[in-house]
């Protein structure tokens, strides 16, 4: 039985009744933000506001290797050219080769330094485009020091009810990318990252892992899975490899425009400031929580959410 319920059956006896029914745990009722996060960067400028960190934060990241899935497009490729700029090798994987070369493109007119960025074509769904991914990688470093799970799918579009009309085919479709290749790209990217002493993981989630929105359901329950997994693979870690900086956490990017969102006028670029954050954060930094793009820390199912500035100086 939950514990409120057994305190309100309590409370009823004692005439107490709604004060306590109606009492909230007080962690949730406290929104808790790290200060400093940049939204509306130009990422033009990324020389002069480093996207928000602090020169020792932004220091830290050069040297690191770091794997971003879903870096052709949107967040992956906003993130991937920041990593670049502070300079972290970064390993590029989409499916699409033209895609991945237009990120490239657009980091040379930022005035990144492009020969960090190594494209490595696959599609995280399969195995053995994983297994040849981590070839390529394996040719350029002996070590990984964080994975961005960033690529996925957006709901198919099949009318108001997906939940009554989406194909078996199409759900699985969906499932493959969105949970289980984030999985699978974690599994097959762990041994680099042991290898470097340092488990970072962002697994890319959304609002919509909070949300029973009609007409996203099938998206909604993907998103949510993300939420789990990244939680669960957290937990694991930190028991599996008691000797390494594990922080491997879920990032809500919110809205941007996007290929998988057309409508939206944010720039991709407003994600990277939380998520340099993330990866930069010096050892003992949180492990299994949830965070929004903009600062807020976040609480999913019964996790509370982390309650410890991210950019504070240690
Ligand atoms: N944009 C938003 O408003 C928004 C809001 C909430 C959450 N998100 C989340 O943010 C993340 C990034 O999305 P985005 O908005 O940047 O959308 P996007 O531009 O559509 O990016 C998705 C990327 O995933 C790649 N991808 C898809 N399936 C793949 C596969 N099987 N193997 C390898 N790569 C694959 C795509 O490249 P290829 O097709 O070349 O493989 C594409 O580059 C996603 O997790 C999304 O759910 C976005």
Redesign the pocket.
Known sequence: MPLSLRWSREAKRKGRLLKVWWKRPQVSDQVFSTQGILQQVDPYFWREHHFGLPRARWDRLNGCAFWV?????????AISLALAAAGAQVFL????KE??QETLDEGIALGINIDLCIPVV?????ESDLAHAVEIISQHVSHLHGLVN?????QPGVGPYPLADLSLAAWSELF???VT?QWLTSRTALPLMTNSGMIRIIF?????GWASTPGFGPYNVS?SAVNTLGASLAAECVEHFPNHDVQVNVL??????????RG?T?S?YSVVSMALTLLSHPPEGPNGYFFHRDGRHLAFAYSTAYMKDLLVQK
């Not at 809500?252 to 969102?261: D, I, K, S």
């Open positions: 899935t879903g870096a052709g497009t949107g967040y992956g490729r994987t989409g499916r699409r895609k991945l696959a599609d995280i769904s399969v960033n690529a996925a799918f957006p493959a990318t969105n290749a890319m989630s959304s609002e919509a998103k809500v990017p919110g809205e941007a425009c996007t290929e998988m969102n939206s944010e991709p």
